[in-house]
């Protein structure tokens, strides 16, 4: 392999990173966004809904919900301390890049659960409420 073949693919593999860690920035941006929107909605529908008396069976879904919200919220803030290290520290070891790989993914794929749990939690609580 010549060396310009080598340029090409390390500048084809640098295009590639650099998508990586636009799709990790703003997908982790869009999801505290997400969560941090919907626990808003929680405390606003919880305020309307406080001196109803189908407050009482839905309080326990709230409260759930909102839990499940504010800790999908957060999650996408410690991604960056990884991606951070990540992007600052290229040329490490192979198993502590991997490590902060899973760290970054595992914690996107939490806060998407949790985004996703939150929202049939409140649905089954106005199901039960209602």
């Known amino acids: 392999m010549g060396m310009l073949e080598r340029q090409l693919e390390h500048d084809r593999d640098m295009r590639v990173l650099e998508r990586v860690h ?8 869009g999801l505290s966004i997400l969560n941090g929107g919907a626990a ?3 405390l606003a529908f919880i305020q309307a809904l406080i001196d109803k008396p189908a407050y009482l069976s ?17 999650l996408p803030a410690i991604v ?3 991606h951070f ?3 600052n520290k290229p040329y490490q070891k192979a198993e502590m890049r991997d ?10 794929t939490a806060s998407s659960i949790l ?4 929202g049939i939690i409140v649905s089954v609580g106005i199901f039960y409420a209602l």
């Open 115 to 118: 985004a996703f749990g939150g």
């Open 22 to 29: 636009n799709l990790i920035t703003h997908g982790a941006k």
């Open 58 to 74: 839905f309080k326990p879904y709230a409260v759930g919900a909102l839990s499940c919200f504010l800790v999908g919220s957060f």
């Open 85 to 87: 290290a990540f992007l």
């Open 80 to 82: 960056f301390f990884f």
């Open 40 to 42: 808003v909605a929680i």
């Open 99 to 108: 490590k902060k790989w899973r760290a970054v993914w595992g914690l996107l």
